[in-house]
């Protein structure tokens, strides 16, 4: 290095620097971390889930069909449709008690109703759809939105949300509260959840715990990011 | 917030390791925690302006993350992160150049020459600086920014470059007499403040 290159470490060694970064700087830059962190496991679920999750959907479709085709030759072998009239369900008979008469039940209560109880003595295929729709209302009660703060208003926040008795399945869920269920480690145990505040953050509360009495609250920033357990 | 408890007293190796074994994104999670400090401070004396420090830890830990799967057991983690801060310090002022600061920036370095003509003249000549080391080759401004700019020793500059001491020391031999012709032909008022 010559003389005339000098003023060119002299330039470098006079620099300004940028002040220590604060220690709120910092635990921003570690919130974001685990916020990239939580993203990753999600798509990481997903990309494990995918693959199961086509093929759950293709088989619940392909013994849906099966079970009505199944039903309609079943019901059709034993004179349950009218022949005459193919839209007409007709009712079974007393004359005919036999065999028929419980699928003949079954069918006739699906029509008649659109129920929304499940049906035990057919427990192969049209319990399983309505019993998706029924839980589904159900569990929609427990998904509250009452915007309350957990840091102020925990009592009334508790005493307004509505949870379940005992554990929803977290497969009725939308796929982002499950996921989050599932990193919260409370899948088997999730009561319900609340859209509310934290100190004046949008946040969520997974309600969870054995019991109704015995349930403890996360709360976590979206996506899934665990802001406190009350 | 605190380190997870099941990880907190393992050091950056033991937690990249078990991300590499376990695929423990967790672990991950903390390891970068663990290096912010360490980027934080590198980014300080890279850069004047917060929000540039602030850019430059953000990208370098996103950097740790997307590559830790490539990390290599052998040389140490906080060496490895060194030289992603590196790369993204020449990354930046690229970037920073294109967004046209070496232009546009300079009103409001002269609006705070009014408060401090020093700080002023620092800033022009970090602008100038980072201008002239995007014009040599970039291992040698690696070099040269290890060695003045953070104040490492060759030999420091070495491991963090995967290079032989010497070869640290001839890069920034060559890298000089570059870097002092570019200087004068950007802002000839440093040049004839020291040549006068």
């Keep these: ?230 | 917030m605190t380190p997870l408890s099941k990880y907190e007293d393992l050091n950056e190796e033991e937690l990249m390791r078990l991300y590499q074994d376990e695929n423990d994104l967790d672990a991950l999670g903390e390891m970068a925690i663990l290096l912010l400090p360490k980027l934080a401070s590198i980014a300080r004396k890279r850069f004047s302006d917060k929000n540039l420090v602030d850019e430059a830890v953000q990208e370098a830990w996103i950097k740790v993350i997307k590559n830790a799967k490539s990390f290599q057991f052998g040389s140490k983690v906080k060496t490895w992160a060194y030289q992603i801060v590196n790369n993204t310090y020449l990354d930046l002022i690229r970037r920073e150049s294109t967004r046209g600061y070496l232009s546009d920036d300079l009103a409001p370095l002269e609006n705070k020459a009014d408060n401090s003509a020093e700080f002023a003249e620092n800033s022009v000549n970090s602008i100038t600086l980072n201008a002239a080391l995007l014009k040599i080759p970039r291992d040698q401004a690696e070099a040269v920014v290890l060695i003045f700019q953070d104040g490492c020793t060759y030999e420091e500059a070495g491991k963090i470059l995967d290079v032989p001491a010497g070869t640290v020391k001839s890069r920034v031999n060559r890298a000089m007499p570059l870097l002092a012709e570019i200087l004068r032909e950007l802002d000839p008022r440093t040049w004839n403040q020291k040549h006068a």
């Design chain 1, 1 to 230: 290095m010559s003389e005339k290159d000098d003023f060119v470490e002299d330039l470098f060694r006079n620099l300004p620097k940028a002040p220590p970064m604060s220690e709120l700087d910092l635990k921003r830059h570690e919130k974001m971390i685990r916020s990239h962190i939580a993203e990753m496991k999600i798509d990481q679920a997903k990309k494990e889930g995918s693959i199961y999750g086509r093929f759950q959907t293709q088989f619940q479709l392909a013994a849906g069909f099966l079970v009505v085709v199944g039903g309609i030759s079943f019901a059709t072998s034993q004179g349950i449709f009218d022949s005459k009239d193919d839209l007409v369900i007709s009712m079974p008979t007393p004359e005919k008690p036999g065999s028929g008469s419980e699928a003949a039940e079954g069918v006739g209560q699906e029509n008649s109703e659109t129920s929304q109880t499940p049906k035990p003595k057919n427990p192969e295929g049209v319990e399983e759809f309505e019993s998706g729709a029924t839980n589904q209302s159900d569990i929609d009660k427990f998904i509250n939105n009452t915007g309350l703060d957990y840091l102020s208003d925990i009592q009334k926040a508790k005493q307004l949300v509505k949870i379940s008795s005992s554990p929803i399945s977290i497969s009725e869920l939308s796929q982002a509260y499950g996921k989050c269920a599932i990193e919260l480690g409370i899948n088997e145990e999730l009561l319900g959840i609340d859209k509310g505040k934290y100190d004046g953050t949008s946040v969520l509360a997974f309600y969870y715990g054995s019991s109704r009495s015995t349930a403890s609250i996360w709360i976590v920033e979206k996506p899934c990011i665990k802001l406190e357990n009350l």
